[in-house]
């Protein structure tokens, strides 16, 4: 498995951007799709972005078109979230996920077709 570590959380005003970042380690790095989930109190786990290993195909959540930006740096085994124009609700615990794309296709934005996640990281909006 690979080992996910989230960073750049934090409090933030509405309307300002936040960069998250997600440091892998073990295995490859390079053959998983990644993806970044949310989850808020009270609230089931939520899907955000998710990009694949080689050709970067990239798919959103409804609620963060436009807004949030998923990238990656395979030379670096990091995962990046680009966030503007953040709004309260955006405000929860924020992870990364992997998972072997020969099991599951990024379409499937279930947090269950992930295998291996992170910690976490704690982004907070204030209005």
């Known amino acids: 498995q690979v080992q996910l570590v989230e960073s750049g959380g934090g409090l933030v005003q509405a309307g300002n951007s936040l960069r998250l970042s997600c440091a892998a380690s073990?295995?490859?790095?390079?053959?998983?799709?990644m993806g970044w989930f949310r989850q808020a109190p009270g609230k089931e786990r939520e899907f955000v972005a998710a990009?694949?290993?080689?050709?970067?195909?990239?798919i959103y959540g409804d609620s963060m078109k436009g807004r949030f930006t998923i990238s990656r740096d395979n030379a670096k085994n990091t995962l990046y979230l680009q966030m503007s124009n953040l709004k309260p609700e955006d405000t929860a615990v924020y992870y990364c996920?992997?998972?072997?794309?020969?099991?599951?296709?990024?379409?499937?934005?279930?947090?269950?077709?992930?295998?291996?996640w992170g910690r976490g990281t704690q982004v907070t909006v204030s209005s």
């Open positions: 996920a992997a998972k072997d794309p020969s099991k599951s296709s990024i379409y499937n934005t279930a947090w269950g077709s992930y295998d291996s």
């Open positions: 073990g295995r490859t790095f390079s053959i998983y799709t």
């Open positions: 990009v694949t290993r080689s050709d970067y195909t990239t």
